[in-house]
């Protein structure tokens, strides 16, 4: 109950940014120190940062936990994971960067042939390494401990060796004028890396990413070609893509 309870929080803050300790008690019909103990769990977990009287999602300088990422949003980065399949056809090569989403979209490319996959991101390997019909090349470079993710100049220098076909890329905020951000200096060089060596660029990201901060610039919604998301955050961003051409997939 405990469990169900946290991931109905994160629901309900990733659809209104903002939740308080009364409407919770209220909604749960439990005691103001339960609220107060899950709140706080939560914001242990880098996923929310309290306020008076309730909390919001998480901004500043220090991403969540990798396993607190994993289970936000989880539903909606399968569906998400399904409909980039879905872009990518057979005997194509791709690139599939560092993220939670993008190890969704691993797993739906489960029933693909021929591709050619290249990635610094170490689960995005294992998952992919029982496929007899894949091709998977790993990135040199630095593993991190915290989730995987391989970076470095060496990552950099091995992405460059590359024009694939499609890349998919993930960001930890989006903001409102349209700037994917990220909160690693040397895990944003190797996204633009990526960015530069792909043909198509897909961004892969739910709608929670709207509603979160984060202070290092990898590029701009104008340098993509596809989003897919659960949903967009307004009709003013949906119209920002539109100005730039980038086709839009909604999942919901």
Same mark, same amino acid.
Do not use: I, P, S, Y
């Given at each position: 109950m405990v469990t169900e309870r946290l991931q109905a929080i994160l629901e309900l803050i990733r659809q209104t940014g903002y939740v308080s300790v009364d409407d919770l008690v209220e909604r749960f019909s439990v005691t103001p120190q339960t609220i107060r103990k899950d709140l706080n769990t939560l914001c242990d977990q880098r996923l929310l940062s309290r306020t008076h009287g309730? @909390?919001?999602l998480a901004l500043g300088v220090q991403n969540m936990s990798y396993e607190a990422r994993r289970v936000l949003a989880a539903e909606q980065k399968l569906a998400i994971g399904k409909a980039v399949a879905d872009l990518i056809p057979d005997n194509a090569s791709l690139f599939i960067n560092i993220g939670?989403?993008?190890? @969704? +979209? @691993?797993? @739906? *490319?489960a029933q693909h042939k021929q591709m050619m996959v290249m990635t610094n991101n170490i689960n995005v390997a294992s998952l992919m390494r029982p *496929?007899? &019909?894949a091709k998977i090349i790993i990135a040199s470079g630095t593993v991190r401990s915290s989730d995987g993710g391989i970076v470095g100049e060496s990552t950099i220098e091995f992405i460059k060796q590359f024009k694939v076909d499609f890349a998919v890329i993930g960001a930890s905020a989006i903001d409102p004028d349209g700037a994917l951000l990220d909160f690693d200096v040397h &895990? +944003?060089? +190797?996204a633009q890396a990526i960015l530069s060596n792909a043909h198509h660029v897909i961004l892969a990201a739910d709608s929670s990413k709207h509603k979160r901060g984060a202070p290092v610039r990898i590029g701009h919604v104008e340098q993509i070609h596809t989003f897919v998301t659960d949903r967009l955050p307004n009709e003013d961003f949906r119209a920002l893509l539109d100005t730039h051409e980038v086709r839009i997939i909604e999942t919901h």
């Open positions: 309730g @909390a919001r939670t989403t993008n190890e @969704a +979209v @691993a797993q @739906a *490319l *496929l007899t &019909e &895990e +944003v060089k +190797v």
